[in-house]
């Protein structure tokens, strides 16, 4: 049972574009939806997060949109830099747990 | 925030023995959690550690193939058991302040069962 969709699962962009990762969510429960960047060979490392009474967080080049009624939200790195080259996870969850998404592997080309 | 670190960072075993994986945590934290992530896969919970609790074991998991202890509030291991080479992955423990909600992982240690 995947309870966390994820996707793409690969992504390149141009230096300057934008990224942008969707999830979705089955979990109406679901009340706290991170972000994480894992960096080869590192442990993944808290991006951004964003509670269901939002509809949108930014915070710098990273803004989370978030669709309650469609159970999704997504991760939108503006002016995408060779160094946010990383794995994205997008995870939901409550204060006990988190589920992660499968991952997306972005690549940010010159 | 909290730094996490672990030890060791990577070991080859041989099938059939057990290793034993260490947290250690900067800070005084309530929760600890143990993860497993194949390789460019996505993360796996195997557990979550409370200190002065047994540990919650997910779906799949059980004590005796992953016992882990938690004796304190900055430190938890992690044993696998009887290892197999389907073991063969990367162990993360993260911490979180009280919650689940922000969770700070260690560098992962990369085990290969031969």
């Known amino acids: 049972q995947q309870q966390v969709k994820q996707s793409p699962q690969s992504l390149i962009v141009q230096k300057g574009g934008i990224s942008i990762i969707n999830c979705a969510y089955e979990?109406?429960?679901?009340?706290?939806f991170p972000w994480y960047q894992q960096f080869p060979g590192k442990g993944p490392a808290l991006l951004i997060a964003?509670?269901?009474?939002?509809s949108e967080k930014k915070e710098g080049r990273f803004t989370i949109s978030f669709n309650k009624s469609a159970k999704q939200f997504s991760l939108h790195i503006m002016d995408s830099q060779p160094g946010d080259s990383a794995t994205y996870f997008c995870?939901?969850?409550?204060?006990?747990?988190?589920?992660f998404g499968i991952g997306t592997k972005l690549q940010v080309i010159p | 925030s909290a730094v996490i670190s672990q030890k060791p960072s990577r070991d080859i075993c041989q099938r059939g023995t057990s290793l034993t994986i260490q947290c250690q945590v900067d800070?005084?934290?309530?929760?600890m959690f143990w993860y497993r992530q194949q390789p460019g896969q996505s993360l796996t919970l195997i557990a979550t550690?409370?200190?002065?609790?047994?540990?919650?074991?997910e779906s799949g998991f059980v004590i005796d193939k992953f016992p882990i202890s938690r004796p304190n509030l900055t430190f938890s291991t992690l044993t696998v058991s009887n290892m197999s080479p389907e073991d063969s992955s990367i162990y993360l423990c993260?911490?979180?302040?009280?919650?689940?909600?922000?969770?700070?992982f260690g560098p992962g240690t990369r085990l290969t069962v031969t």
């Open positions: 993260s911490a979180g302040s009280g919650t689940a909600y922000e969770q700070y």
């Open positions: 979990n109406t429960a679901f009340d706290y």
């Open positions: 964003i509670r269901p009474d939002v």
């Open positions: 995870a939901a969850g409550g204060y006990q747990k988190v589920t």
């Open positions: 800070s005084q934290v309530t929760m």
């Open positions: 550690a409370n200190q002065g609790s047994e540990a919650t074991y």
